[in-house]
């Protein structure tokens, strides 16, 4: 343990990770719904009443995720006013290739030196998988602060003329600094609840470029080289694993769920946030609601959704907020905080 982990200790005061500055980032080209009309048999008016998505962003070719990460990284930083971190967690399932990692890519662009920096992948549940992973590396002392990113570029891996995932998917990168504090002070991360069932991971998955079904050269179909989805089957499973997910949650965190003053589901579809919060007693207008504007960004939709929630003055300091993600896998996770005064850029 290092010094600082004995002096919380030595304080009586629990030793916690906190929520200091949040940064987030979105390339600049916007696609809407009409547009992909022109190209798609779809039309805006499907895609507005079954998913709620009016436009995303999707990056331009030569912009990888790495980019999308170290503009992210480079505002939580400022946002949380440090020039270093003890590590550096990047949630992805698009990194910028297989093998290495983006992570330690964008700790040497963001000039952090020589720390510890991995890729999780976790898929839209990756965001609160680093979460969870960077409190436990800060509760062990291991770090003091940590920067934990989720960045993506799904446009990348869809295929363009499969119109049932072409419409949901969009890039950015959302970015946040947690720092040792205490486990009493607005911002601190609560607690957790973390989950898979890999029974059902041919629901969401690119079939081919990996190892199980390695890329054999001219043959190769190209679309099984991009994302697909049952997205019938998942939604039914998100519902229902996002909704076991924050009552346990709730649960150990001891909130009720008419306390919970905002709620931050992963951002995949409104009628998903709606359902979610019918079956878990929360108002449905206290979930934060952003995916009309950014569509699913994966890793990167909690926190996108966090700073669109705070910079609409709908999550405010002193709110007790409640996040949950679900994503392929299947993985799932969910935590809770009071919200801190805190900066967003
Ligand atoms: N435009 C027009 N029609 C479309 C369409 C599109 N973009 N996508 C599908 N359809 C059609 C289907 O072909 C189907 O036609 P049919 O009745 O003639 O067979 C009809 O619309 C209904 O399709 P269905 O898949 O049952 O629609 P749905 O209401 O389930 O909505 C999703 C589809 C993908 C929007 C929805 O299932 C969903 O949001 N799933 C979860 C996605 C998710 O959470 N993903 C991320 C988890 S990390």
Redesign the pocket.
Same mark, same amino acid.
Do not use: E, Q, Y
């Given at each position: 343990m290092t010094d600082e982990a004995s002096a919380n200790t030595s304080t009586g005061r629990q030793r916690a990770a906190v929520l200091r500055g949040l940064g987030t980032h979105l390339p600049s080209r916007t696609v809407t719904n009409e547009e992909l009309s022109q190209r798609?048999?779809?039309?805006d008016e499907?895609?507005r009443t079954?998913?709620g998505i009016r436009q995303r962003y999707w990056a331009e070719q030569g912009t990888a995720t790495g980019d999308l990460a170290t503009e992210a990284g480079t505002r939580a930083l400022k946002a949380a006013g440090c020039d270093g971190v003890d590590a550096v967690i990047l949630a992805t399932s698009t990194p910028d290739h297989h093998c290495p990692g983006t992570a330690p890519d964008v700790a040497a662009r963001l000039e952090l030196g020589t720390v510890p920096a991995f890729d999780i992948s976790a898929?839209?549940a990756g965001f609160v998988y680093a979460l969870a992973t960077a409190a436990g590396t800060i509760a062990a002392g291991i770090a003091e602060r940590v920067l934990v990113i989720g960045a993506e570029t799904y446009s990348t891996i869809l295929d363009p003329q499969d119109?049932?995932t072409?419409?949901?998917f969009g890039d950015g990168a959302g970015a946040v600094v947690l720092e040792a504090g205490a486990a009493d002070e607005p911002g601190a991360l609560l607690g957790f609840d973390l989950g898979s069932d890999g029974r059902y991971k041919d629901l969401?998955t690119v079939p081919a470029g990996g190892s199980r079904q390695r890329a054999q050269g001219p043959e190769d179909d190209p679309s099984q080289f991009c994302f697909t989805?049952q *997205?019938?089957q998942? /939604?039914t499973h998100?519902v229902t694993r996002m909704g076991e997910s924050s009552e346990a949650l709730l649960g150990r965190v001891g909130w009720s769920a008419e306390s919970v003053d905002r709620f931050v589901g992963?951002q995949?579809?409104v009628?998903?946030l709606h359902a979610l919060s019918d079956q878990l007693g929360i108002d449905r207008d206290r979930a934060v609601v952003n995916l009309d504007r950014v569509g699913?960004t994966?890793a990167a939709s909690i926190p996108l959704a966090l700073a669109d929630g705070v910079n609409s003055k709908e999550i405010k300091a002193g709110d007790r907020v409640l996040m949950t993600a /679900? *994503? *392929?896998g299947l993985t799932w996770g969910s935590t809770a905080l009071i919200w801190p005064d805190i900066n967003v850029v």
């Open positions: 798609l048999d779809t039309s499907w895609i079954r998913t898929v839209c119109r049932n072409s419409v949901i969401i989805m *997205g019938k998942v /939604f998100a992963h995949a579809n009628r998903i699913n994966s /679900f *994503g *392929g």
